[in-house]
């Protein structure tokens, strides 16, 4: 079955403890992307990635990091999290990226304490 | 960088009429307007889009429009069921890969 999937799915933490949400496809997509969705905010854009060991910040990257090594996986790094990246965060990828139908991940709901 | 504003926010209809929701983008860069679909505790679901070449695209009882020369675009529900309750998306994308999203839309349709 062609899917995005991510983990974990629910993950409650502790502010500065290094985590790593994964996102992998099944696709052979080239273009993957993080968004983290906040009430009242829509989906805002962290990272995305064209193709394989090429990133680019979204519009909140902050506090973030990413990398792309392979073609199917597109990990989540955070560092040291802090209480404003309690989101619910979703990875997506589409097979051509620029003007293509993006296919969402379940969502990983993260809460930082 | 981009900016999607998206109306209005919430959106009560009764079942059968119909529903319109507009965006404006703010970069003439961005050639690439697609619409989600989201449920209550579900991952966006694409349900139509549109390319800047094309000023209208329908799909059954769903039809997107868009003004390039204005920088909006728009969605439009016809014959609305309560089965299309849901928060509504809007997007602009560049070939850059950059997309940006509204804020949504929530659409309740009562039976």
């Known amino acids: 079955e062609a899917q995005v999937t991510q983990n974990p799915r629910y993950l409650i933490t502790v502010t500065g403890k290094k985590l790593t949400v994964t996102c992998s496809q099944n696709?052979?997509?080239?273009?993957m992307s993080w968004y983290r969705q906040d009430p009242g905010l829509g989906l805002r854009q962290i990272y995305y990635?064209?193709?394989?060991?090429?990133?680019d910040k979204g519009d909140v990257p902050e506090g973030y990091k990413v990398s792309r090594k392979e073609k199917r996986n597109f990990p989540l790094i955070l560092e040291s999290p802090s209480p404003n990246q309690t989101s619910l965060y979703f990875c997506?990828?589409?097979?051509?990226?620029?003007?293509?139908?993006?296919?969402f991940g379940p969502g990983t709901r993260l809460t930082v304490l | 960088g981009e900016n999607v504003e998206q109306h209005p926010s919430t959106l009560s209809v009764q079942e059968g009429d119909s529903a319109v929701i507009k965006c404006t983008y703010s970069?003439?860069?961005?050639?690439?307007f697609p619409w989600y679909k989201q449920e209550l505790g579900k991952r966006p679901q694409l349900i139509i889009d549109?390319?800047?070449?094309?000023g209208e695209k329908k799909d059954q009882r769903i039809a997107v429009t868009l003004n390039k020369t204005a920088k909006h675009f728009s969605l439009h529900i016809t014959e609305t069921q309560p089965e299309d309750s849901a928060v509504y998306f809007c997007?602009?994308?560049?070939?850059?890969?950059?997309?940006?999203f509204g804020d949504g839309t929530t659409l309740t349709v009562k039976p």
């Open positions: 990635s064209m193709n394989v060991e090429v990133t």
């Open positions: 696709m052979n997509h080239e273009y």
């Open positions: 970069d003439s860069a961005s050639n690439y």
């Open positions: 549109i390319r800047s070449n094309v």
């Open positions: 997007a602009a994308s560049d070939y850059a890969g950059k997309s940006t």
């Open positions: 997506a990828s589409s097979y051509r990226g620029r003007t293509d139908t993006q296919y």
